[in-house]
């Protein structure tokens, strides 16, 4: 079960060659999905044989294959994790019964809500990263950049194969408007808020992976618990191949900040700017931007929703293993309602609280993050403490919504949100200034001005390997 079946137009290890209905249909996409790929994924570069990476295996060591590859010919495959025997379901009112192994009817709509929700994220992704290979600062990053976009392709199979293999009519149609939907598009916008942002430069990139890719895992954990056996089992494995994006993010940022450490230990009376690097004031804009639009993908914080979804064990929490009690019935959490401009200290049910007990995790790694990238300072001996903008500031989802609340999360007055926004976030001439900076370096091993080299290259490669062939 765990080898993958590469003899097959579509990889895959589901024994898809078994049911002849579901290839043919999966095959009848697979084209489309190429035209999509061609006319919205990467700009370009599709003729060039990248360094990439293949799953070869869905077991936890040695699953990945290292080759160069030409992205439309990138093996996107179907890949579950081994079946465990006797699965039971691990939370929710069905706790301790049988995990299914096909949709129950009465679950049908919310699963397929929640599988073309967590799907549409996927293509958004690739759309918005679209033109950013033509300004890589580096032949390594640009592999990185391809990488991730080359799985966020996958994980949209892997979901798909979900859609057309459980939900009938329904499920093929889902399929076909996940190829319709685009990033951006006022008419057609993908699903959710962040992934119609614009994605223009490459410290939007490593943000991007570094925060919203890692909303992708947490609601990747959370689906990995389902009672639907064959979404845990796809989330499993697209978790595997997450970890990679959000590397790329998290030493991507750390790389530029270690860049403009370099440049202010060298040039300690003038603005890193003027020397081709990036302000680290500048940088923390960033992270805010980020943060904020990533932290509205939890949803509310109290939410009937969420409490339906883990009560019928559709959408578990992170890691519900390690908890002590899977139903969530006698718990509370104590949660300060903002509601009329105040707060009052509730006790929400448990179940209720699910969102927000799912962003706690998620704001908790992103703190692991901040903690690596105030080390790459204090390690250049610069004073600049890196932070999280609180959960309230900025938000477009949930109670908080579009109330002026500042990074500590005090409640401020428009005025002064409005005076002090230029502080929080990127303005256009941050923006207009970070852009300026995207000039491609394409010479092997030479990296932009404005990002240090990685610590080291890619499977054991060296930092100045041949990573895309150009
Ligand atoms: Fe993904
Ligand atoms: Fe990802």
Redesign the pocket.
Known sequence: MAGIDYSQKIPNNVDLKSDRRLQRALEAWQPEYIDWWRSVGPTDFNENEIYLRTAVSVEKDGWAHFDYVKMPDYRWGIFLTPQEPGRTIGFGDHFGKEAWDQVPGEHRNSLRRLIVTQADT?PASVEQQRLLGHTAPSLYDMRNLFQVNV??GR?LWAMVYLLQAYFGRDGREEADELLQRRSGNADHPRILGTFNEPCEDWLAFFCFTMFTDRD?KFQLLALAESAFTPLARSCQF?LTE?AHHMFVGQTGVGRVIQRTCEVMNEHPDSCPSEHGAIPLELIQRYINFWVSSSNDLYGGEVSSNAANFFRSGLKGRAWEQKREDHLALEGHYTMDIFENGGFTSTEVPLRNAMNEVLRDDYIADNQKGIVYWNKVTAKAGIDFQFRLPDRRFRRRVGMFAGHPFDLDGQLVTQEQWDAKAPEWLPSTEDKDFVKSLMQPVREQGKYASWIAPPAKGLNGQPVEFEYVKL
């Open positions: 996927e799985e966020e994980h992708g697209m997450e």
